[in-house]
Structure formats: structure tokens, C-alpha cells
């Protein structure tokens, strides 16, 4: 009689990490059809091109005055809801609009790669069709933490686009993430991306990221505490549970998202630009500030707040950009 030879411990622990990756990736496949509300009141536009595929954004055009973009930040479970508080905020007096970057919200989600070049051609498309609308009118643009960056890229290409530019909590001030170069390149890993994209290993470490357990602690970590935004918590979770929506955040954790020159994007501006950060939970290392500090055309506010300060003191972070704003005006009545 053959005897069946017991699995060693290391058999033992692959077979069960197997078994909890096949669990979670079909459990994940099973929760990527959660519905999807609109992040935002206005109307849900999209523009497409060849570059972009379909990119959708909110509008809410009837204000006078500059149109506003609200630009959301780039995580597993990004959406145009991280611009809420700022959305309705200035929907009260001024045309608003925010996009859902490609990959995410109501974007398409295909399987590609995703790359900062990619995002800076979404905001490219969405800025025409806003200035279209306005007849022409420059836009006020404001981004959140990576995407600060992709905003800066688009500014750098069509600086006639943009009257001003406005950076919460950006990316490349710190030792990590800050970059001279090589110029228009990503810290991406080919190798990385091909792996999540296999049909296990992905999809149940997206199912892991995507759980409420594990959006809750990434978001505790940018808030810097545990009181957050619960209906950004749901929202995260509904967005990061519709088909596709772990394409994006692959190209995130293989790197492909992150440029490999965002302090050169933010020295080569030449607009008024507003910035503002917070002095808690993980994103708190600013050090390359000080180098824009005293530049004429930057302005640069902290608040006692996380990552997120929109959701946390949206009167202080209206006031301090509202002042931006209102001191710039003067300057530009001169030039001409």
C-alpha cells in the first residue's frame, strides 16, 4: 500500500497561502460589480481620446467667474470624491469641475499601462473641454498629493491653459519620491507589473488592498488619526470593488505612476502656485519646501491637519487659497 507523504511546513504554508489567494481573488471577483453612485452633484461628463480612451468628469458650470479643476490623488481606491469638500465648496460661486483620472471612478479602466504621461493627456483633454465651455477662459487647476505632479507636467506642456496652480499635500518634496530626472520617466518595474497581473496572484492581493479593513488603515495612516472621513471609506470601497479597477493600481505598486522628475516639473513653473500639507500621519516629510519657499510666484500654508486637510479644515484651506487668490489679482491687473 502507498502511504500519502505528509507535506512538510513549508508545503503545508505554500498550499494554504495558495488556497487564501484562490479565496480572495474569487471573492474579489464577486464584489467587482458593488454599484457605483455618482461622487458628486452636477452632471457627469466624458471626453475621449485616442491617447486617454474615455475620461469622465463633474460638472457644475453655472458660477461666474474662472472655472476651478479638482484633480483626486492616485491610490487603490482613488476617486473624484477625495475633491468633495472643495467641490460643493466652490459650486456656491464659481464653474467647478473634477475628473476621474484614467483607471479610476467612472474613467475607463482597460488593461494598459498606466504612466504619469498618461494622466497628464486626461487632464489635457478635460481642460479643453472646460475651456471650450468658458469660452476660451485659462483655468484655475488643483491636485492632490502624486497627481500634483501630473498637473505640474500638464502645466509645463500648455502653460496657456492654466491661470493658477494648487497643491495639496504633493508628492516629490521628500527624499523618496523627489526626482531630477531622467525627465518624463516613471520608477516603474515591468517585471512587478506582469506579476500582479496574473489571474491569482493580482487579483487577491487587489481583493486584500480593496478590503474596508485595509482602506480604513491606509486611510487612518494619510489621516494621521483614527477619525476619518466615513463616507470617503465607502466610496473608496465601492469604487475599488467595479470591473478593472485593479488595472491602475497595479502600474501604482509596480511603480509606473511615480515620475522619476517631479522636482524638476515643480522648479520649471513659472505660474502663481499655491501649496498647503499637513503636519501629521505618514506623509509629513516636506523637506525640499523651503528650496520654493521664497519664489515670488509660490505660496506655501500648512495645516494642523493629515493628508487630507479638505476633509478636516476645509475653512482653513479655503481661507489660506482664497487669500492666494485675492493677492495674486492685484499683480496681474499690473502686468497688464
Not at 227 to 237: N, S, T
Not at 269 to 290: C, S, T
Not at 309 to 332: K, N, S
Request: glycine share 8%; hydrophobic share 40%; proline share 6%.
Amino acid at each position: 500500500m502507498h502511504s500519502i507523504a505528509r507535506p512538510t511546513g513549508r508545503t503545508a504554508l505554500a498550499l494554504a497561502a495558495t488556497i487564501g489567494a484562490l479565496g480572495l481573488a474569487r471573492k474579489f471577483a464577486r464584489d467587482a460589480h458593488v454599484p457605483l453612485a455618482a461622487a458628486l452633484p452636477g452632471t457627469r461628463e466624458t471626453v475621449a481620446t485616442a491617447q486617454t480612451g474615455t475620461v469622465s468628469y463633474y460638472a457644475s458650470p453655472e458660477g461666474s467667474g474662472r472655472p476651478l479643476l479638482l484633480i483626486h490623488s492616485i491610490n487603490a481606491a482613488g476617486s473624484a470624491y477625495e475633491t468633495r469638500p472643495l467641490y460643493l465648496h466652490y459650486r456656491e460661486s464659481r464653474p467647478v469641475y473634477a475628473l476621474d483620472l484614467p483607471g479610476f471612478g467612472f474613467s475607463e479602466r482597460s488593461r494598459r499601462r498606466y504612466t504619469p504621461r498618461l494622466m497628464a493627456d486626461a487632464i489635457h483633454a478635460v481642460v479643453a473641454s472646460i475651456r471650450a465651455r468658458h469660452g476660451g477662459e485659462v483655468v484655475d487647476a488643483m491636485a492632490i498629493s502624486l497627481s500634483c505632479s501630473y498637473l505640474a507636467r500638464a502645466c509645463l506642456a500648455r502653460p496657456a491653459d492654466y491661470a493658477t496652480l494648487g497643491l495639496i499635500s504633493p508628492t516629490g518634496f521628500d527624499a523618496r519620491l523627489s526626482g531630477e530626472g531622467p525627465v518624463d520617466g516613471h520608477r516603474g518595474r515591468d517585471l512587478v507589473r506582469s506579476l500582479l497581473d496574473r489571474r491569482l496572484l493580482g487579483p487577491a492581493l487587489f481583493g486584500a488592498l480593496a478590503s474596508r479593513v485595509s482602506i480604513r488603515f491606509f486611510l487612518e495612516k494619510t489621516f494621521g488619526a483614527t477619525k476619518i472621513d466615513e463616507g470617503l471609506l465607502d466610496y473608496a470601497y465601492a469604487t475599488a470593488h467595479q470591473p478593472g479597477a485593479e488595472h491602475a493600481p497595479y502600474c501604482f505598486i509596480a511603480g509606473h505612476l511615480f515620475p522619476t522628475d517631479s522636482t524638476l516639473l515643480y522648479d520649471r513653473l513659472r505660474l502663481p502656485v499655491w501649496m498647503i500639507h499637513g503636519q501629521r500621519g505618514d506623509f509629513v516629510d516636506y523637506r525640499l519646501a523651503p528650496r520654493f519657499a521664497d519664489r515670488r510666484n509660490w505660496r506655501i500654508d500648512t495645516v494642523p491637519t493629515g493628508a487630507l486637510p479638505q476633509f478636516e479644515r476645509l475653512r482653513a484651506v479655503t481661507d489660506f487659497y482664497d487669500g492666494f487668490l485675492a493677492a495674486i489679482r492685484p499683480a496681474a491687473a499690473d502686468r497688464r
